[in-house]
C-alpha cells in the first residue's frame, strides 16, 4: 500500500446530491468495506424508518458519529487504492466544519470530486447563490486544490437519459469556469451511487458515455513536489509540559525540513533555541519534513514564548509576522452585507485572532479576477474583493503566492464561515 504515492481527496457537493451514498457504495464495490456491514447499516437504517435507501451513506456517517463521540475509527474505511495511488478519504461532514478544516488546513486536499445531481431541480439548488456546491467549488479553488472531478449522480432516478446528464453537465461547467477551473482539466461522470454505476465497474445501463470510472479518473489525477525546499514553517497545535522531558510543542510541517539540534525561531516572540529531539506517533526521527504530523522538544525555549497558532521557523529565514495584510477574499455567507470596520474572527494555520477588515480596495470578478470596482462601500454573498486586514495583535502569516499553505484564512462570526481568502501582500510587518 505505502509504496504508491499517496494523495488526499475530499468529497464535495450539496447536502442532498448523495455523495456518503457515492462514497459508501463505491467502498464496497472496491471491497474496502463488505457487503456485511454494509447490509447491516440497512436494517439499522429500516429500523429508524429511513428504509434501506441510506445503507451506503451509513457508511460515511457512522465514521462522522464516531468521530464526533471520539471513537477510533475503523481507519480502513478512510483509505482506498486505485491502480497507481494509496488515496485518504477526507469527507466534508459538517458543511461549515468542512469549511474551517479545509481552511485551517486540517484537511489539506490534492483533489476533489464534487457530487451534482441529474434530478431535475436539484443541481440548480446546489448551485444557486447559498447552495452548498457553489460555495465547495468557490473554495476549492481559491485554496488551491487544482485537481477536480464532477460526477452527476443519480443517473438511476432520470433512466440512465444522456439528455439528463448533458442538462446537468452544462450546469456544472458553467459554475466549474466561473470559478476559475478549465473545463478540459474537469471530467464529468454520469453515476449512480445508489445503484453502482461507473463507480468502479462500467455502466451497462450507458452505452451512450464512452468516458472513464470514477475510479479510472482517479488514475489521471497527479502528485504535486512536497515544499521541502522552501524555508522552515511549523504552526504551532499544542503545546504540553511534560514531567523528565519539558516543553513539547506539537503541529505540522507545513514547508522545508526540521532537523535535530537545528537553530529555529519562534514567532512572533522572536524567541531562540534549538531542537533536542523529534518523533512521530511515539518513534523518534532525526529529521521530518514537510507533510509530517510531529512533536518535538525543544532546547532553550520557556513554555511562556510558544503557544498554539505560533510558527517555528529558522533564524536565517525567520516566519513573518503581519501587522497588516492586503488579501482577496470572498463572501460566502452573511445575512446582510458586511462594511469596513467589521472585525470577524480570522483563522489562518493553528491561529485564531480577532481582525479588523479596514479597507475595501477593489471589488473583483471572481471568475477572471477583472476590478469590477473602486473602494466598494458594502460586500454582500458572493463577492470577491481585494481588501485589507488588521488582525488586533500581530500574527504569523505568508502571502499564498510563497507559501499557500501559511497564506490562505477563513473570517467566522456567529458560528459560520462569512468568508474565505488568500493573503497578497503583508503590507505592515511586525518585528519583535
Known amino acids: 500500500m505505502a509504496d504508491k504515492p499517496h494523495l488526499n481527496l475530499i468529497v464535495t457537493g450539496h447536502i442532498d446530491n448523495g455523495k456518503s451514498t457515492t462514497m459508501g457504495h463505491f467502498l464496497m464495490d472496491l471491497g474496502v468495506v463488505d457487503e456485511r456491514t454494509i447490509a447491516a447499516h440497512g436494517a439499522e437504517s429500516e429500523k429508524t424508518g429511513k428504509g434501506d435507501t441510506f445503507k451506503y451513506a451509513w457508511v460515511m456517517d457512522n465514521i462522522k458519529d464516531e468521530r464526533e463521540r471520539g471513537i477510533t475509527i475503523d481507519l480502513a474505511f478512510q483509505k482506498f487504492e486505485s491502480n497507481k495511488y494509496f488515496f485518504t478519504l477526507i469527507d466534508a461532514p459538517g458543511h461549515r466544519d468542512f469549511i474551517k478544516n479545509m481552511i485551517t488546513g486540517a484537511s489539506e486536499a490534492d483533489a476533489a470530486i464534487l ?24 473554495l476549492l479553488k481559491t485554496l488551491g486544490v487544482g485537481q477536480l ?18 442538462a446537468a453537465k452544462e450546469k456544472g461547467e458553467k459554475l466549474v469556469r466561473s470559478v476559475g477551473y ?3 482539466n474537469v471530467p464529468f461522470i454520469p453515476v449512480s451511487g445508489w445503484k453502482g454505476d461507473n463507480l468502479v465497474k462500467k455502466s451497462e445501463n450507458m452505452a451512450w458515455y464512452k468516458g472513464k470510472t470514477l475510479l479510472e479518473a482517479f488514475d489521471d489525477f497527479t502528485v504535486s513536489e512536497k515544499p521541502i525546499g522552501k524555508p522552515l514553517r511549523v504552526p504551532i497545535q499544542d503545546v504540553y509540559t511534560i514531567t523528565g522531558v519539558g516543553t513539547v510543542p506539537v503541529g505540522r510541517v507545513e514547508t522545508g525540513i526540521m532537523k535535530t539540534n537545528q537553530k529555529i525561531i519562534v514567532m512572533p516572540s522572536g524567541a531562540l533555541g534549538e531542537i533536542k529531539s523529534i518523533e512521530t506517533h511515539h518513534t523518534e526521527m532525526p529529521t521530518a519534513e514537510a507533510g509530517d504530523n510531529i512533536g518535538f522538544n525543544l532546547r532553550g525555549i520557556e513554555k511562556k514564548d510558544i503557544k498554539r497558532g505560533d510558527v517555528l521557523g529558522t533564524p536565517d529565514a525567520p516566519p513573518m509576522v503581519a501587522k497588516e495584510f492586503k488579501a482577496q477574499i470572498i463572501v460566502i455567507h452573511h445575512p446582510t452585507a458586511i462594511a469596513p470596520g467589521y472585525t470577524p474572527v480570522m483563522h489562518a494555520h493553528t491561529a485564531q485572532v480577532a481582525a479588523t477588515v479596514t479597507e475595501f480596495l477593489q471589488k473583483i470578478n471572481p471568475a477572471t479576477g477583472a476590478v469590477e470596482e473602486e473602494n466598494p462601500k458594502f460586500l454582500k454573498v458572493g463577492d470577491s474583493a481585494i481588501v485589507k486586514i488588521r488582525p488586533v495583535r500581530p500574527t504569523c502569516i505568508e502571502t499564498f503566492q510563497d507559501f499557500p499553505e501559511m497564506g490562505r484564512f477563513a473570517l467566522r462570526d456567529m458560528g459560520a464561515t462569512i468568508a474565505a481568502g488568500i493573503v497578497k501582500e503583508i503590507t505592515e510587518e511586525y518585528k519583535p
Open 149 to 166: 472531478i464532477v460526477a452527476i449522480n443519480k443517473m438511476d432516478a432520470v433512466d440512465y437519459k444522456e439528455d439528463a446528464f448533458n
Open 182 to 184: 478549465k473545463l478540459e
Open 115 to 138: 457530487v451534482l445531481s441529474a434530478k431535475e431541480g436539484e443541481t440548480d439548488t446546489a448551485i444557486a447563490a447559498g447552495g452548498q456546491a457553489r460555495e465547495h467549488a468557490f
